[in-house]
C-alpha cells in the first residue's frame, strides 16, 4: 500500500508570491489533515477535509486554503506569501467511516518545505 | 491553542536507560496518541490509547492515560541511540463547534540518546 505522497518536497518562493502544495492519501482514506510546523510554533493545525467538504479549520488567515477532489487528494494554496510562512507543510491522511468517525491514527507523508525569502 | 503540553521538552539519557515524557491536555478527548519524528521528517505513529484504556503496551514503548488527570506519559524502556527523535503527543477531539474530531499536537519532546 502506498503511503502518503507530498509534492513538491521543497520550494522557495518570494513574498507576495503564491503556492500550491499537494497531496495524495492513502489509498481508501478519505480524509486528509494540513499542518504547518515551525520551529517556534510547533505543529499547528491548519484544516481537513473530508469527503471535499472542509470539516475542521484551524486558527490562519484566509491567505491559507485548500481543497479536496473527488480522488481525495487535496491541495492547499497560501497566498500572497510572507516570511513567516516558511515551514514544513505535512499532510495526513487517515480513515473515517460513511458516517466521518474517525477509526484510527493519522498517516504523515514527508511533507513539503517552503522558504520565503 | 495547544490541546496538549508535552514535559520535559528536552531530554538526554545514556543507551540503555528508560526514557519518560509526560502529556497533559485541557478537554476532554476520544483518544491520545503519540508520534515520533526524525529531524525534519514526517511524523511516525506509535501508539493510540483510547478514552476508556488506562495503559498499552507496544515492543518497548508503554503509555498510560489518566483521564481524571487529563494527563498520559510515553515510557522507552531501554532507550537505544536510533529512538534518539522528536516525540509528540496528540489528542483527538471534537470542538464544540462541529461533528467532526479533529487531531491536535502538543509542542513535543526533544529526545537524545547519547551511545
Not at chain 1, 491559507?64 to 479536496?68: E, H
Not at chain 1, 506569501?81 to 513567516?84: S, T
Given at each position: 500500500?502506498?503511503?502518503v505522497?507530498?509534492?513538491?518536497?521543497?520550494?522557495?518562493?518570494?513574498?507576495?508570491?503564491?503556492?500550491?502544495?499537494?497531496?495524495?492519501?492513502?489509498?481508501?482514506?478519505?480524509?486528509?489533515s494540513?499542518?504547518?510546523?515551525?520551529?517556534?510554533?510547533?505543529?499547528?493545525?491548519?484544516?481537513?477535509?473530508?469527503?471535499?467538504?472542509?470539516?475542521?479549520?484551524?486558527?490562519?488567515?484566509?491567505r491559507?486554503?485548500?481543497?479536496?477532489f473527488?480522488?481525495?487528494?487535496?491541495?492547499?494554496?497560501?497566498?500572497t506569501?510572507?516570511?513567516?510562512d516558511?515551514?514544513?507543510?505535512?499532510c495526513?491522511?487517515?480513515?473515517?467511516?460513511?458516517?466521518?468517525?474517525?477509526?484510527?491514527?493519522?498517516?504523515?507523508?514527508?511533507?513539503?518545505?517552503?522558504?520565503?525569502? | 491553542?495547544?490541546?496538549?503540553?508535552?514535559?520535559?521538552?528536552a531530554?538526554?539519557?545514556?543507551?540503555?536507560?528508560?526514557?519518560?515524557?509526560?502529556?497533559?491536555?485541557?478537554?476532554?478527548?476520544?483518544?491520545?496518541?503519540w508520534?515520533?519524528?526524525?529531524?525534519?521528517?514526517?511524523?511516525?505513529?506509535?501508539?493510540?490509547?483510547?478514552?476508556?484504556?488506562?495503559?498499552?503496551?507496544?515492543?518497548?514503548l508503554?503509555?498510560?492515560?489518566?483521564?481524571?488527570?487529563?494527563?498520559?506519559?510515553?515510557?522507552?524502556?531501554?532507550?537505544?541511540?536510533?529512538?534518539?527523535?522528536s516525540?509528540?503527543?496528540?489528542?483527538?477531539?471534537?470542538?464544540?463547534?462541529?461533528?467532526?474530531?479533529?487531531?491536535?499536537?502538543?509542542?513535543?519532546?526533544?529526545?537524545?540518546?547519547?551511545?
Open positions: 500500500k502506498a503511503g505522497t507530498q509534492t513538491p518536497r521543497y520550494l522557495i518562493k518570494t513574498r507576495g508570491q503564491q503556492v500550491t502544495l499537494s497531496c495524495s492519501p492513502i489509498s481508501g482514506h478519505r480524509s486528509v494540513w499542518y504547518q510546523q515551525t520551529p517556534g510554533q510547533g505543529l499547528q493545525f491548519l484544516f481537513e477535509y473530508f469527503s471535499e467538504t472542509q470539516r475542521n479549520k484551524g486558527n490562519f488567515p484566509g491559507f486554503s485548500g481543497r479536496q473527488s480522488n481525495s487528494r487535496s491541495e492547499m494554496n497560501v497566498s506569501l510572507e516570511l513567516g516558511s515551514a514544513l507543510y505535512l495526513a491522511s487517515s480513515f473515517r467511516t460513511s458516517g466521518g468517525r474517525r477509526t484510527g491514527e493519522l498517516f504523515f507523508g514527508e511533507g513539503s518545505r517552503l522558504t520565503v525569502l | 491553542s495547544q490541546q496538549g503540553e508535552e514535559d520535559p521538552q531530554l538526554s539519557i545514556q543507551e540503555g536507560e528508560n526514557a519518560t515524557m509526560n502529556c497533559s491536555y485541557k478537554t476532554s478527548i476520544n483518544n491520545l496518541q508520534y515520533r519524528q526524525n529531524s525534519g521528517r514526517g511524523l511516525v505513529h506509535l501508539i493510540l490509547i483510547r478514552s476508556n484504556e488506562r495503559e498499552k503496551h507496544s515492543g518497548r508503554r503509555v498510560t492515560l489518566d483521564t481524571s488527570k487529563k494527563s498520559s506519559s510515553l515510557l522507552i524502556t531501554a532507550s537505544r541511540a536510533a529512538d534518539t527523535a516525540y509528540f503527543c496528540a489528542t483527538d477531539s471534537r470542538p464544540p463547534e462541529t461533528s467532526y474530531d479533529k487531531v491536535i499536537f502538543g509542542p513535543g519532546t526533544s529526545l537524545s540518546v547519547i551511545p
